[in-house]
């Protein structure tokens, strides 16, 4: 089937034809048989003036335009190409309007031929990448792109990219297309008739498409190799010098740090010895492999797994990918390391095939998710969420497939010997290193069955991070959505979805069990109304407090039963007890069904009796929110802190509840420490003027060996600290002058430094009022800004942005204190705006404030002075990442220097050169210092 394509890209003086937007550039290449066989591009003069910031942008001016051919005398030609063609864009939704409002301008007819979307194409050939723009798919695919905005490049970029997409299509076999077909007829593009063309095409030439897949109950998976635990030559080493020995001569450029080696003993000597240890790494020591050696030369001798524990899932990746194969190179036996996340990483097959079948109630995103997910599947082996990039209705929809211990049928599961979470557990079993994290090491600490294998020994990296995620984990939370969602599943009499109820009613009626719809849905229907009047009813009550808003935005308030208002708390009390009744009601009647419909599991399928097993998860789910509900709203335990958040532009509704206990120090160190032969914790934060007592404390560490490793790094020629002295003190003005005043300043900094800058704010309202008044300040082509929560985006895709663009400023909240990792020219200059103490009306922070005023301590010294310390350094180990990086910090907040405990922090950092004065004589030591 030789299909011609036309691929089109405009440019435009803005987004909307509707707003009288017109097109200023056109380009169009014709691609058949693979081949790009036609080009033709031209300026367009759009009768009106072209906005600054799309001369910016596309490098497009008036002069450019004031020439060129109006669209209605182009308009035969490219009338002419697009004939009998598929009209392709990178984005169809915005080019086809504008190209359809210009061709009825002109007296023709809108385009009403067949489209592709590369975007959607993409999406679904390609489900695991991280962005879509046509600018980044260049680079990752190497298509020739040399001017991006400018229509004649973005056309012939998107003209290779679909032929590589063609190329893709073409290698998937036949079920998977035969099964992607009428997912296909509900999207954007017209890609169903090219799917048919090629399933016709594969059916008349039968042929083993199979090779490296797997074949299971009509879905094709990746054929996974079974582990081969016996390796053919065991040589031991008996220590990790020789394997040192060994790194130098694998790797030329590889300079043995003293640091690393010094690492390496310790740990050696702590796992041998049955002793556990905290290890203060500087940046640069290479703490992942001054671990890792001795942990696996270890795991071999005695035959136990290493488990080692990160905080973030970039940590996991890069020891998976870059660490743990070099680790392969230099030991001369085999080994296995595997990474073990919890259950809902995984997609269940059982319930993914279940829902496949279902496609009548399907919206857009769900029908995209479902096909991504069945091209994903002939590709992926671990099968885990964090490999795909779903559009947002995808990710509810993964609530439904993901795995699940309260729906699992385990090995009655047809499923089961390819069970994405059960062989993840299984390969952790044979593994010699497993790479978790930390709330799965928590929960398998408080788990009947055991998640992890049975280890004795652990490294726990990023370990700042340990009392923050047990208190997390070992508290809970509750929101109106979460008993929302539950209560949609379990019934609705909502004709636009099919909920799980409907599918198990269908069971009912087929074994003959008498039932009505009104007894499940009109109890669901009344728990739903009393849910939303309960959420409601606390928010209404949170906003009324006038509470300040966190960091990023939030509204946060400290729940305590006995100095709430009397006459809201009573009608609270009233409605969680109807909520309860009508919980407990539902789910013996739900119950009582099922028992009856159990006695007939003979003559049910696999899939019905899979349904079942789902229903009753969800019913377990709802009795375990009812649970938790009543016990923050209704018990007043001491030593719990319990608090309300909720978004005062929200819906009504929008409130969520959680609880943690105030102090785990007594829990880990029975229930984790004790029982553990030896936990190394490592991180480059944690020390309070060189000591540990902090750390410890909060973690219940009695006892444990305490290394400080200094970084390689010479802080005194890579970096300094400049603290301005004529800027005021936030207190003495309103937020609305400091952000003003901090913006000028950021605006000078960022034009000695061409950008390169990551500015660090405690507060998000702050973020907000600086970024905008940094934008007023500068025109559009003089920085690309970046600010968290204003830009869409994750911290991962707002930081690789900020690597991309030129003469960048990024703005930034709490979580780009630390873990982002911007190495070379790309960041040259830190900003810190104040101080990284938390909020004192921070409801864990308060909680536990009062427990250290009742133990007669200081909660400022004990508590909020060093977590915000160790926030700062971390905050600080942004700038310098490697030997070659070189950069200057600038402290806005004058406490640093004025107060007593301000010496704290810097005498904290590395030593590091400090300069302090006013801006102006800083701006020029700062512009020598860079030259």
């Known amino acids: 089937m030789n299909e011609r394509y036309v691929v089109i890209d405009l440019e435009t003086t803005g987004h909307s034809p509707k707003n009288g937007d017109r097109i200023i550039q056109i380009g169009l290449v014709v691609v058949k048989n693979r081949i790009i066989t036609e080009r033709f591009s031209s300026y367009v003069n759009p009768n009106k003036a072209i906005p600054p910031f799309i001369t910016s942008l596309t490098g497009i001016s008036q002069s450019d335009v004031e020439e060129a051919p109006l669209f209605e005398e182009i308009a035969p030609k490219i009338l002419q190409m697009m004939d009998g063609a598929y009209l392709v864009a990178h984005n169809i939704s915005f080019d086809l309007p504008f190209l359809n409002a210009e061709l009825t301008d002109s007296g023709y007819f809108e385009w009403r031929g067949t489209t592709l979307d590369t975007v959607e194409l993409t999406r679904i050939l390609m489900p695991n990448l991280d962005s879509y723009k046509l600018s980044q798919l260049s680079d990752l695919l190497s298509l020739s792109h040399e001017n991006p905005h400018q229509a004649d490049s973005d056309a012939e970029a998107t003209g290779n990219l679909l032929i590589q997409l063609l190329e893709r299509l073409d290698t998937l076999p036949l079920l998977p297309l035969q099964r992607l077909h009428p997912l296909l007829l509900g999207l954007k593009s017209d890609l169903a008739d090219i799917v048919q063309n090629k399933i016709q095409s594969k059916m008349g030439h039968l042929e083993d498409e199979t090779e490296g897949l797997d074949v299971y109950r009509q879905l094709v998976l990746r054929k996974i190799a079974e582990l081969d635990s016996e390796s053919d030559v065991e040589t031991e080493i008996d220590h990790y010098e020789t394997v040192l020995e060994q790194l130098e001569k694998t790797m030329p450029s590889y300079e043995k740090r003293d640091g690393q080696t010094e690492m390496m003993s310790n740990v050696d000597y702590a796992l041998s010895n049955g002793e556990h240890a905290l290890i203060e790494a500087g940046t640069g020591i290479g703490k992942s492999l001054g671990y890792l050696i001795p942990g696996l030369l270890h795991a071999k001798k005695t035959g136990r797994p290493l488990v080692v524990s990160t905080h973030t899932i970039q940590l996991q990746e890069q020891l998976l990918d870059r660490d743990i194969p070099l680790l392969k190179k230099l030991v001369p036996f085999d080994f296995e390391a595997t990474v073990l996340k919890g259950r809902n990483h995984y997609l269940c097959l059982r319930k993914f095939e279940q829902q496949l079948e279902q496609l009548y109630e399907n919206n857009y995103d769900v029908l995209l998710a479902k096909a991504q997910i069945l091209v994903w599947l002939t590709t992926t082996d671990e099968g885990d969420i964090e490999e795909l990039n779903l559009p947002s209705g995808g990710q509810l929809f993964w609530h439904q497939i993901k795995s699940d211990s309260n729906s699992c049928l385990n090995y009655k599961c047809p499923w089961f010997s390819k069970c994405f979470y059960h062989r993840s557990k299984r390969k952790s079993m044979e593994a010699e290193i497993v790479i978790t994290n930390h709330a799965l090491l928590f929960t398998d600490l408080v788990n009947d069955h055991a998640l992890l294998p049975a280890y004795k020994e652990a490294v726990i990296d990023e370990a700042h991070h340990l009392e923050d995620v047990a208190s997390d984990h070992f508290g809970q939370q509750t929101d109106y959505f979460s008993f929302h969602r539950l209560l949609e599943r379990l019934g609705s009499d909502d004709q636009s979805m099919v909920s799980l109820w409907e599918k198990y009613a269908e069971i009912l009626s087929q074994c003959e069990i008498k039932f009505t719809k009104k007894s499940i849905i009109e109890p669901l229907k009344e728990l739903k109304f009393e849910i939303d009047q309960l959420f409601s009813m606390i928010k209404s009550y949170v906003v009324s407090k006038q509470r300040s808003k966190s960091e990023v935005g939030k509204i946060s308030y400290r729940f305590q039963i006995e100095e709430a208002d009397a006459t809201w708390y009573n009608d609270v009390k009233e409605i969680v007890a109807r909520v309860q009744m009508l919980i407990n009601d539902f789910i013996r009647t739900a119950q009582k069904l099922m028992k009856e419909a159990q006695l007939k599991e003979e003559h049910l399928t696999v899939q019905q009796k899979g349904i079942l097993v789902d229903y009753t998860g969800l019913l377990n789910r709802l009795d375990e929110e009812k649970n938790t509900l009543a016990h923050m709203l209704l018990s007043a335990n001491e030593g719990e802190v319990c608090w309300i958040e909720t978004d005062q532009g929200g819906a009504r509704n929008a409130a969520s509840l959680y609880n943690q206990p105030i102090d785990i120090s007594n829990r880990l160190a029975s229930d984790f420490f004790a029982k553990k032969r030896s936990i190394i914790l490592t991180s480059a934060t944690l020390t309070i003027r060189n000591r540990f007592n902090y750390v410890m404390d909060r973690l219940g560490i009695d006892d444990a060996l305490t290394i400080q490793l200094q970084s390689p790094f010479d802080y005194q020629k890579q970096s300094k600290i400049l603290i301005p002295t004529d ?46 008044r940094f934008k007023e300040l500068s025109e559009p082509e003089d920085f690309s800004l970046i600010g968290q929560g204003i830009d869409s985006g994750s911290r991962a895709r707002l930081t690789k942005n900020f690597k991309q663009m030129d003469r960048a400023v990024l703005f930034g909240t709490s979580s780009f204190w630390e873990g982002v990792d911007i190495p070379g020219n790309d960041l040259s200059c830190l900003v810190i705006v104040r101080l990284p103490f938390t909020p004192p009306d921070n409801p864990v922070m308060e909680a536990r404030s009062e427990q250290v005023r009742i133990e007669g301590k200081s909660p400022f010294m004990e508590l909020s002075l060093p977590q915000a310390i160790i926030r700062f350094k971390q905050g600080f180990g942004r700038l310098v990442r490697t030997t070659a990086d070189r950069g200057a910090v600038f402290v806005f907040d004058r406490r640093i220097v004025t107060t007593k405990y301000g010496k704290m922090f810097i005498n904290s950092l590395p030593d590091v050169p400090v300069q302090k004065g006013h801006m102006d004589d800083l701006l020029d030591d700062l512009e020598h210092w860079i030259d």
Do not use: C, N, W
């Open 727 to 772: 800027l005021p003190m936030i207190k003495d003005v309103s937020t609305a002058d400091y952000s003003a005043t901090i913006a000028e300043s950021i605006y000078q900094i960022a034009h000695i430094t061409d950008g390169r800058m990551l500015v660090l704010f405690t507060s998000y309202d702050m973020l907000k009022k600086t970024y905008y």
